[in-house]
């Protein structure tokens, strides 16, 4: 697995130096090689337009614009070159409200800080090992929010995977369909 993480290229987004800092330390343990920054997400953008970044890992609370929307801008806007990249959020604020809005913005795994390299570790591996379908519905896309799959729910909702691991979208099951 280390040897995979090497060929990394991370974006490490956090309005603190000193939080980059441990970050890509921690990440470095881990062998990845290639990393940008930025303490804000327009920078942080541009660095997604001009670089292709495999993973992404993000504060949430930065100004002018916070974790969740650059989550989202990354998600849906029209110039934003990779939908699909994996983030993983970074945040001090673990209520249950903040890692809601995280999930519902698009996020693909959350750490509370302080962080440790073992949870870090770990959550790396999952979006890179264990890579979730992607839904689009009419105010979300992202990975599904769904942890487990109900085989046994057939209701009108019902989310079907039409591309592979990486994509799909919400369907709604005719009434008369089998």
Do not use: W
């Amino acid at each position: 697995m280390d040897r995979m993480l090497g060929r990394l290229k991370v974006l490490v987004v956090d309005d603190n130096h000193h939080m980059i800092n441990i970050v890509k330390t921690i990440l470095r343990g881990f062998e990845v090689k290639d990393f940008y920054d930025a303490s804000n997400a327009p920078d942080a953008f541009n660095i997604v337009r001009g670089t292709a970044v495999d993973l992404i890992v993000t504060d949430f609370a930065m100004d002018p614009v916070n974790g969740c929307d650059f989550t989202r801008q990354i998600r849906a806007a029209e110039d934003s070159p990779n939908h699909f990249v994996p983030i993983i959020m970074l945040t001090a604020y673990t209520e249950k409200s903040k890692v809601e809005q995280a999930r519902d913005a698009g996020v693909t795994e959350f750490c509370a800080k302080p962080v440790t390299a073992t949870e870090l570790y770990r959550k790396v591996c999952t979006v890179i090992n264990t890579p979730r379908s992607f839904i689009r519905t009419g105010v979300y896309f992202g990975p599904d929010r769904r942890r487990r799959k109900d085989d046994g729910y057939e209701g009108k909702e019902r989310r079907e995977n039409l591309f592979g691991p990486k994509s799909s979208v919400l369907l709604t099951k005719p009434q008369n369909a089998a």
